[in-house]
């Protein structure tokens, strides 16, 4: 066997071994590939439902009243809140809207997690707790960060511990206004991403740590990470 002929076969054993590597990585880790809504939080398919959008979407007959999201099939929350107010605050929170007034149709807890569709739901988050905590948000918005506000270069403007989202990077590629706001305005979607994938599905696979931050810091909902309150920083001066 000459010189040229052990390379070639060399170089096709570790084309072969490559390809079989890769494949076995997209067999045993699909979601580090390309991260959807199967095996996230929102992956109802293990409700009995063959389609895991169907919770929160639909192809026929979805609520056409609904023009934040395509093809919405939950029902949606009619819910008046409580909203925070601080003197230091220069934006007004109004009640939420859009994409916000969608995530509190579950978070609420005033309407059933499985009420889409034709179901009327009997699985309400205000009955459920994690160490002692309510799942459910509630309809007391007073305690929580305001959502559905404008916040733009003017606001930034007036507050001078805000960062102008125009200009400011949000650190996932873009501007905080173009990666974070919704036409502008400052929603639940801001923070937390519903489509993050959570892996086999216990608690762990949320909070890497149950000791105290790390349970907040490692929340894997949330569009960046908060460690060193990273996320919060993104937007505020501190």
Not at 61 to 85: D, E, F, G, I, M
Not at 145 to 172: E, K
Not at 201 to 211: L, P, R, V, Y
Request: charged share 10%; glycine share 6%.
């Amino acid at each position: 066997m000459n010189t040229k002929t052990a390379h070639q076969i060399l170089f096709y054993i570790a084309h072969g071994v490559f390809i079989l590597i890769m494949t076995c990585s997209f067999i045993l880790f699909p979601l580090t590939m390309n991260a959807t809504v199967k095996n996230t939080h929102h992956d109802f398919s293990n409700w009995g439902e063959e389609e895991l959008c169907k919770a929160c979407h639909t192809p026929h007959h979805a609520n056409t009243t609904v023009s934040q999201s395509p093809l919405w099939n939950h029902q949606v929350t009619t819910s008046a809140y409580t909203l925070y107010n601080s003197p230091t605050m220069q934006s007004t929170p109004t009640q939420p809207t859009s994409i916000s007034r969608l995530c509190l149709s579950c978070h609420d807890g005033t309407i059933a997690v499985d009420a889409f569709g034709a179901n009327a739901g009997t699985y309400y988050m205000r009955s459920q707790t994690s160490h002692g905590v309510p799942i459910a948000i509630g309809t007391k918005l007073n305690s929580h960060h305001p959502v559905s506000i404008q916040y733009d270069s003017t606001l930034a403007a007036q507050d001078s511990q805000l960062y102008n989202p125009d200009t400011t990077p949000s650190g996932l590629g873009g501007t905080i206004s173009h990666d974070m706001l919704n036409g502008g305005v400052l929603e639940c979607s801001s923070c937390h991403d519903v489509h993050v994938a959570r892996g086999t599905g216990n608690c762990m696979d949320c909070h890497s740590d149950f000791t105290f931050p790390n349970y907040y810091l490692n929340t894997k909902s949330l569009v960046k990470s908060n460690e060193g309150s990273a996320l919060c920083f993104t937007c505020h001066k501190k």
